[in-house]
């Protein structure tokens, strides 16, 4: 049905309140700033041509939530990948395959014809799961690795399909030197920026993480749903990601179902071996916390690295936005039995996706 050719022009302005749809335009923008142009095109169309998919035209206005904070832009983005990665329709596949002609008509077919699963994509949580940021949690694992060699116990939070848990089973090429497995089925090369991190190696004992919807990797439908969020003109983004599916079929990661919130607090609970360093990560995910979750999880991490000593220290790795959201800083606290907040450094400065690092450490 979604096959079918029909020709939708332009629609023209209402004078109804834009409410959140007009958020899609400073959504475009952000897409161009950070290297994707068609991106920003098909946003920019979307917003243009929302009336002709009135129900989901309606959702998006009225989002309950934080529109931003949400990523309802990049939802509606994703299910409008899926879209035309399928031809459905096949103007929107062609616009997408070309990467270039008439965005109105193409976006206002897809809207009309399928509204049903573009509504259905909204009730979708964005889970890029960019194994780009796992050069970023690498570099910092080096850093503990070079102070003081020992095995770590890595927990992730929000982990997706949990990529990331594998990312010593990646290689990494971070300022001319290679981190991770240099015969690796992916290799990572983010623009890198600065001096290169220790050439330490990193041994992964055990790799565990958590989230509210867990990708099942075995589930084609679900590597779809994943690549269809990877934005369309980012073909290196597409291929780490195939690539990180490969290692993943070899290695599959250990991800359960649940809140972080009360998952980390009962795995730092649990015995640590002596002679480990049990390290938290997190990456582009606390910005989808409250406020109260927010303090919640810092919380207990506090008290855990009360906790921790010499023989089993702790570490956190954080990949996160500012409070001002003008950059994503890599930072590292560590507890070696000192107490307290741990010391934090800030190890870099990083592209959101990962695509370039500027270490400061």
């Given amino acids: 049905m979604l096959a079918r050719r029909h020709s939708y022009p332009a629609v023209r302005a209402t004078t109804a309140t834009p409410l959140h749809r007009d958020?899609?335009?400073?959504?475009?923008?952000?897409?161009?700033?950070?290297?994707?142009?068609?991106?920003?095109?098909?946003?920019?169309?979307a917003r243009r041509q929302l009336d002709h998919a009135p129900r989901l035209a309606e959702r998006i206005d009225f989002w309950p939530g934080d529109f931003a904070a949400d990523a309802v832009a990049m939802r509606l983005n994703a299910g409008l990948n899926a879209l035309a990665r399928r031809d459905a329709p096949p103007v929107l596949g062609r616009l997408y395959r070309e990467r270039a002609g008439n965005f109105d008509s193409a976006i206002a077919a897809a809207l009309a014809l399928g509204e049903d699963e573009l509504v259905e994509w909204l009730d979708w949580p964005t889970q890029t799961n960019e194994?780009?940021?796992?050069?970023?949690?690498?570099?910092?694992?080096?850093?503990?690795?070079?102070?003081?060699?020992?095995?770590?116990?890595?927990?992730?939070?929000?982990a997706s399909a949990g990529l990331n848990l594998n990312l010593a089973r990646y290689g990494h090429v971070l300022g001319g030197q290679t981190l991770g497995d240099a015969g690796s089925r992916l290799v990572i090369r983010p623009d890198w920026q600065g001096p290169p991190?220790?050439?330490?190696?990193?041994?992964?004992?055990?790799?565990?993480?958590?989230?509210?919807?867990?990708?099942?990797?075995?589930?084609?439908?679900?590597?779809?749903?994943?690549?269809?969020?990877?934005?369309?003109?980012?073909d290196d983004r597409a291929a780490r990601?195939?690539?990180?599916?490969?290692?993943?079929?070899?290695?599959?990661?250990?991800?359960?179902?649940?809140?972080?919130?009360?998952w980390l607090p009962a795995q730092l609970a649990r015995?640590?071996?002596?002679?480990?360093?049990?390290?938290?990560?997190?990456?582009?995910?606390?910005?989808?916390?409250?406020?109260?979750?927010?303090?919640?999880?810092?919380?207990?991490?506090?008290?855990?690295?009360?906790?921790?000593?010499?023989?089993?220290?702790?570490?956190?790795?954080s990949l996160e936005w500012t409070r001002d959201r003008s950059e994503v800083q890599l930072r590292l606290t560590e507890w070696n039995g000192q107490g307290g907040e741990g010391v934090t450094t800030t190890l870099a400065t990083c592209h959101p996706y990962g695509a370039s690092v500027t270490w400061k450490a």
């Fill in 23 to 45: 958020d899609l335009m400073r959504q475009a923008a952000i897409a161009r700033e950070l290297g994707s142009p068609f991106v920003g095109q098909v946003l920019e169309a």
């Fill in 131 to 158: 194994v780009g940021r796992s050069s970023a949690f690498i570099a910092a694992l080096a850093v503990l690795a070079a102070r003081d060699p020992r095995p770590v116990e890595l927990l992730e939070i929000g």
């Fill in 197 to 234: 991190p220790p050439a330490a190696p990193v041994l992964i004992q055990e790799a565990r993480g958590v989230d509210l919807r867990p990708i099942d990797l075995a589930d084609p439908a679900a590597r779809e749903r994943m690549m269809a969020f990877v934005w369309a003109d980012r």
């Fill in 241 to 262: 990601l195939a690539g990180a599916f490969a290692v993943a079929a070899v290695h599959p990661p250990r991800v359960e179902q649940g809140s972080a919130l009360e």
């Fill in 271 to 317: 015995p640590q071996d002596a002679g480990t360093r049990r390290v938290i990560a997190n990456s582009m995910v606390t910005q989808y916390f409250s406020p109260e979750q927010r303090r919640g999880m810092i919380a207990s991490v506090l008290q855990a690295g009360a906790r921790a000593t010499a023989e089993r220290p702790l570490a956190w790795i």
